[in-house]
Structure formats: structure tokens, C-alpha cells
């Protein structure tokens, strides 16, 4: 996995609406675009998903780099070593140091990475 980066450009999601459980049940059935049948209304759609998703995946990316450092924080008593929290998130221990580090800066301009 890459090292997170952040957009100048915010992107604006779209509403996700929660879907009834049986139709997040049905594989085809996705947010409702199956029953969508212009064209240009499905590509306008699945393209505010997408967007929505990229925002929703940028900022769990930002909430995890955060938890990753504040777990890893060497004031902590029962601080953890980066290769435990690699375990836990699922991340190689390079990839969890680094996400330590982006966090610890996330920390420190208050959630704005500095250039």
C-alpha cells in the first residue's frame, strides 16, 4: 500500500443512503444504481459514489494514521510497538511506521498535512 497523500482539491460526497437488508442482501443490488436506465443519469450517480467513497476512504486513512500514533505514543504506559499495531491494522510494519509518522503530523497542524 502507498503512503497516504492528500488532494488540495476536497472532494464533496455524495449522500450514501443505507440500504434495507434485503437489499444489501441481493449482489446485484448496489446503492440502487441497477434500476437506473439513462445513461448519462447512471454515469452522473456512480460517479458521485465514487467520489463519495474516495472522500469517506481519505478520511478513515486519517483517523487510522492517528490512532496508529497515539497507540505508538512512547508516553503512553501501554504504548504498543509498530510491529504489534501492523498486526492488528493489517499493515506491514514499514507501512505502519509510516502511518505513525503521518498521524503524528496530522497531530500536529491539527488534521492538516503540511506540504
Known amino acids: 500500500m502507498a503512503e497516504p ?14 440500504e434495507p437488508s434485503e437489499a ?3 449482489p446485484e443490488h448496489f446503492f440502487d444504481l441497477e434500476s437506473i ?8 450517480r456512480a ?4 467520489l463519495a467513497f ?16 497515539q497507540l505508538a505514543d512512547p508516553r503512553r504506559f501501554d504504548r504498543l510497538d509498530p510491529a504489534v499495531i501492523a498486526a492488528e491494522a493489517e499493515w506491514t ?23
Open 54 to 69: 474516495r472522500a469517506a476512504t481519505e478520511r478513515a486513512m486519517e483517523f487510522q494514521a492517528v490512532a496508529a500514533a
Open 93 to 115: 510494519e514499514d507501512y505502519a511506521r509510516k502511518m505513525i509518522e503521518f498521524g503524528e503530523t496530522l497531530q500536529r497542524t491539527g488534521g492538516r498535512e503540511t506540504a
Open 47 to 50: 460517479t458521485e459514489l465514487t
Open 37 to 44: 436506465e439513462d445513461p448519462r443519469e447512471l454515469l452522473a
Open 24 to 26: 444489501a442482501a441481493d
Open 5 to 18: 497523500e492528500r488532494t488540495e482539491r476536497k472532494l464533496r460526497p455524495a449522500p450514501l443512503l443505507f
